[in-house]
């Protein structure tokens, strides 16, 4: 599998991603608590979010891969991970009227931090739930095509060496 040119690139973009998102969803909390001002219990309501709305994606997913391909939408997932957490400079530095009025809705004392925040984690949960879904779903497809590809022109099936160096690297 290793000697594979192509799947040895896949599983060096594919680490990256991996520990890029640990990263960030290890850092969640600090983005919670100390930029956007929030109470340390709306880390777990984002990260709900992000998983509620990923499975949504999750439908739709088979139709994109159709009309743009694989390596198009995560490539596109890529930059929109890069676009979303370049974002996290503006995180907590502006207010709104209608952060403060979700705020008043949804939480017991909001007049304890800006509304902005609250809106903005959302967004957060909402926006990074499409890179999830497409990342979580697609590396496994263009896997078996490399390894479909292999077989193909080596007559040797190793499917399953595939996806071990993959999850020995993530």
């Known amino acids: 599998a ?6 040895v690139i896949f599983i060096a973009a594919d680490f990256a991603y991996y520990m890029a ?15 956007l ?6 880390g777990p309501l984002v990260m709900g979010i992000m998983v509620l709305v990923s499975l ?7 139709r994109l891969v159709k009309r743009f391909g694989k390596k198009k939408l995560v490539v596109f997932s890529f930059f929109m991970m890069v676009f979303i957490f370049t974002g996290l ?8 009227s209608a952060g403060s009025a979700l705020a008043t809705l949804l939480l017991d004392k909001p007049e304890s931090f800006s509304g902005a ?3 903005q984690l959302l967004a957060l949960g909402i926006f ?4 999830l879904a497409l990342l979580g779903i697609l590396p496994n497809a263009i896997i078996a095509e490399i390894a479909t590809a292999s077989a193909e022109k080596t007559g040797e099936y190793k499917e399953g060496m595939y ?3 993959r999850y020995m690297f993530v």
């Not at 290793?2 to 799947?7: K, P």
């Open 2 to 7: 290793l000697r594979n040119r192509n799947f």
């Open 56 to 62: 949504f994606y999750y439908i739709i997913i088979r």
């Open 37 to 42: 001002g929030l109470p340390e219990s709306m």
């Open 163 to 165: 996806f071990a160096v």
């Open 89 to 96: 400079f503006f995180y907590g530095r502006y207010d709104s």
């Open 117 to 119: 925040s609250l809106l």
């Open 128 to 131: 990074f739930s499409l890179p």
């Open 21 to 35: 998102v640990a990263i960030i969803v290890s850092s969640l909390m600090f983005y919670v608590t100390v930029l």
